[in-house]
């Protein structure tokens, strides 16, 4: 039996995933900005006021990147 584990990055491990800045993933999920990017995986609401990403979908997103980037 093989057993997978969900991980969630919150903000400050999403930040050091990507090594960009916080402001940056803010304008990518928020659509009134120029930098809105729809491809940017949604967060997922972890509380009254927590939010984080599912690791395995912030994965698949650099490898999209990547792919596309070349």
Known sequence: ??????KILRMPALVKKLGIARS???DWINPK????DETFPKQCRLGNQS?????SEIDQWILQRAI???
Do not use: C, D
Not at 1 to 6: I, Q, R
Not at 51 to 55: D, N, T
């Open 1 to 6: 039996m093989s057993s997978s584990t969900v």
């Open 24 to 26: 940056t993933i803010y």
């Open 33 to 36: 900005s120029p930098r809105y």
């Open 51 to 55: 939010v984080g990403w599912l690791e």
């Open 68 to 70: 596309s980037s070349l």
